[in-house]
């Protein structure tokens, strides 16, 4: 089994835990490492529910903060192991899971063995399964088991955001938009009914649709409406009788998801829509106490997070969360995915700073 | 081998051959038997090519009439053997090929060996790999190899048309007109462009397009522009970056195949349109002097034919052609595949008499 050495750097731990391949499904090794490393810190005292690992301080603090970061990738595709390369003479750290967000959980593990006597007590979690299906999430099975664990004044997930506060998160929705007709023999149209130009309004009103700008404490979140997907067609000398526009909506955390699926249905107004799932965005939280030192402390301002997180589900139970964490998001996914040393180093450090503040 | 009796009534060979399953590829069979039986008529001088089979008179006429029907059908599926029905009290044979086209080539089989003196000489072409691409066709592999057994003044194809002529037939042709956008991740959706969203103005335009009724040497076409298929998208949470829709045109014979493409593109001015096939329509034909002789023998009106069929193939060729048989062409290709014994006699009746006159 690979030995994790906590008291190496955190750039040397993410390049050893991203040659640890954990794809969704396969973290056990990598969970195994973890929890044998963690263990044997005293100060912490551990939990473990499949990959899931989660371990406490208990120092009585009057105040506790959840940090958290998923342990599983994207499938790898050629991008393992990592490589050391420089980008503009910047040296940057090259593979799957370097962006999204080994990094992030390196930077995690290395100040949990650290920081014995934080300012306030501290809740790690590193979990499995974020990169599929939420029903497999690890923090969907620990919410069920041991919502207990999820107590704290404020969470801070490691997800890439350029080293950036970034609050909350957008709501997500997909929605199939059908529209239907007759078949007929395309030599006798007029005998069937298009289904693929009834669909020509739904379109157009996609195409003429304006996003919303909307300010939610203080930060501004772009809301999006898209076709993600359309398909429509039974033969080449055929009338289709059905056309599917699967509808992508990223909308604000100051709107429900109730309220999310009425607006899309009044969009689609006169069609038939059926919501697929969706996932209400949450709210930046930065009106919490601890969010706005915790801000003020890594110096920086803070910036709305557009895609969905697990920030979500705290905020969800309650617990105002932010992500902060190394790595361009536009890069996690990707197959050139990569850090710069320097983001990782930096986010160490503000993470140390004002988990160690007194 | 199974043995065709041709002085059996036009409804028993029908049932015969359709009891022969010939498949697109798998005519093998049936030809041989049709080769072998028509072989036996010393009236008739046989050609084989594959399993096309073409028995001319040659009685020193003026004039030469080419009567053609395809052997193969389109795939079976449940209905072999044939069943005798009634619909509405009306005695109906069943199953595949009944429409398309073997009551046909069964009319044309026993006229072929009864007719030992028509009034003018006939060209008899029962042919192989219709229902397929049209590279495969019989009669493509004929043109090249023998475009002299094309020659005649007037030709007949026994296609279904409820037993009414059915003059010329409309022009087809497929084109993909493509949109295009720039991928991004749906929650930043305003990095990307979106390809379906682009797609908005082609469907309209599909949706508003009305279709001419052209008339053509006394028949009206109908015509007609219909997607027949659609599909873009990535994944669930990617701006898509291209939308593809298959556009079907099917044509008035008096517009030639570069003019089609012509309209076409200009339609969707604009937007990038990849012609996939095309494949000009058939002019009537009913100016020549033995067509209006056999629409006036056959006792009726002719009408347009919406469907492109091989009739198109002897006008190019310079032999005007109509559409001749039993069958509503509404059913061919149905799984409930029928056509009345009446139909099956009245074209047999109509036929035998034209060619017999003096």
Redesign the interface.
């Known amino acids: 089994m690979p030995q994790l050495d906590l008291t190496a750097t955190s750039l040397d731990l993410t390049r050893t835990i991203c040659d640890i391949p954990s794809v969704s499904g396969d973290e056990g090794v990598l969970a195994d490492a973890i929890d044998t490393a963690i263990r044997a810190l005293p100060h912490l005292e551990v939990y473990r529910d499949g990959d899931t690992i989660v371990a406490r301080t208990q120092l009585g603090r009057s105040q506790r903060v959840v940090i958290a970061g998923h342990i599983d990738t994207v499938p790898i595709n050629g991008n393992v192991p990592t490589r050391d390369i420089a980008i503009d003479g910047e040296p940057v750290l090259w593979g799957r899971g370097t962006v999204d967000m080994k990094a992030g959980v390196a930077v995690q593990l290395k100040l949990a063995a650290e920081l014995t006597d934080p300012r306030i007590d501290i809740t790690w979690m590193w979990y499995d399964h974020e990169e599929v299906d939420a029903d497999l999430n690890g923090l969907t099975r620990l919410s069920r088991t041991r919502p207990d664990l999820f107590a704290g004044d404020f969470a801070i997930l490691g997800e890439p955001s350029n080293g950036q506060v970034e609050g909350g998160c957008?709501g997500?929705m997909?929605a199939i938009v059908r529209t239907r007709g007759v078949r007929a023999?395309?030599?006798?149209?007029?005998i069937g009914r298009?289904a693929?130009?009834?669909?020509?309004p739904v379109?157009?009103r996609?195409?003429e649709y304006r996003?919303r700008d909307v300010p939610v404490d203080g930060l501004v979140y772009?809301e999006?409406m898209?076709?993600?997907?359309?398909?429509?067609?039974?033969?080449?000398?055929?009338?289709?009788d059905l056309?599917e526009?699967?509808v992508?909506y990223?909308f604000a955390p100051s709107r429900t998801a109730e309220e999310a699926q009425l607006h899309v249905r009044d969009v689609f107004d006169g069609f038939d829509v059926d919501v697929v799932d969706v996932a209400a965005g949450a709210r930046p939280g930065l009106d919490a106490p601890l969010a706005q030192e915790f801000v003020a402390s890594v110096g920086g301002q803070a910036h709305p997070k557009?895609?969905?997180t697990d920030v979500a589900r705290f905020s969800a139970m309650g617990v105002p969360a932010v992500n902060y964490g190394p790595g361009d998001p536009?890069l996690a996914h990707h197959d050139e995915e990569r850090v710069p040393h320097a983001q990782i180093e930096d986010v160490e450090r503000g993470l140390r700073a004002w988990l160690s503040a007194r």
């Open positions: 957008n997500n997909r023999h395309s030599a006798r149209a007029w298009n693929i130009h009834a669909a020509a379109l157009a996609l195409a996003p772009r999006g898209n076709a993600v997907r359309i398909g429509g067609g039974v033969a080449g000398n055929v009338i289709p056309c526009v699967e992508n990223r557009y895609g969905w536009h």
